[in-house]
């Protein structure tokens, strides 16, 4: 089991650009989630998906966010025209299916738009 | 909806000294809830969860917390604090497809 991993670590982007993260969960694990946390929160729900299929997504995902999981396993965020508002931690999690199944976090993304 | 109320957003303790974290919740059924910790840069680690039965509930680093049905809290508690605990601590309630946080409180160890 190695984890939770999530890449890159630090992205500095200019307002206006695309940027695109990538998260690999656990692999027995068919749930994955998206969190942003701001600095002084907690991490706010995004989206998850059981398998491929995106199941929910948070009226917090602007037209301007996008994610996807292929094929089950990894999974891609993008971010389209980047604002200074989407400055923020972005933590990929993934669990095991099921009521209350523990998320496992990986350490995050950290995004800057300058 | 769920929601999940931390009132202390910071708490100095002294190394040695016993610690409770305060959280209150809000969900229409019995919840999952959840103790998570965070390092600065770093991503939640899980410290315990309540599903159901025993409400003490012991997790790892010698921490434990108590489900309340009546008060609808699930506070954190350690005897004996060490530097290393210095963390965010967040405590989150489980629905059946998501889980939502409360805001954290930022615990400060002092020597």
């Known amino acids: 089991d190695t984890g939770v991993s999530q890449d890159p670590r630090h992205k500095i982007t200019k307002r206006g650009q695309n940027v695109t993260f990538r998260c690999d969960p656990i692999?027995?694990?068919?749930?994955l989630y998206w969190y942003r946390q701001t600095l002084g929160q907690g991490p706010e729900f995004l989206t998850y998906?059981?398998?491929?299929?995106?199941?929910?997504k948070s009226r917090l995902l602007s037209d301007r966010f996008s994610a996807e999981r292929p094929k089950g396993s990894f999974s891609t965020l993008e971010i389209q025209r980047t604002e200074q508002g989407d400055s923020a931690m972005y933590l990929c999690?993934?669990?095991?299916?099921?009521?209350?199944?523990?998320?496992?976090f990986g350490n995050g993304t950290r995004l800057t738009v300058t | 909806a769920q929601s999940v109320t931390q009132p202390d957003i910071h708490i100095t303790v002294s190394e040695g000294a016993s610690l409770e974290l305060r959280c209150n919740y809000s969900y229409g059924a019995t919840p999952y809830l959840f103790w998570y910790v965070q390092s600065p840069g770093q991503g939640l680690q899980l410290l315990l969860k309540?599903?159901?039965?025993?409400?003490l509930v012991q997790g790892i680093k010698g921490f434990e917390a108590e489900f309340k049905r009546s008060q609808s809290s699930f506070n954190l508690r350690k005897p004996s604090v060490h530097w290393s605990d210095a963390a965010e601590y967040f405590c989150?309630?489980?629905?059946?497809?998501?889980?939502?946080f409360g805001a954290g409180t930022r615990l400060t160890v002092k020597p």
């Open positions: 989150a309630v489980g629905a059946e497809d998501d889980m939502r």
């Open positions: 692999s027995e694990h068919n749930r």
């Open positions: 999690a993934s669990s095991f299916t099921g009521n209350g199944a523990p998320l496992h």
């Open positions: 998906f059981q398998n491929e299929a995106q199941l929910e």
């Open positions: 309540y599903f159901s039965g025993d409400t």
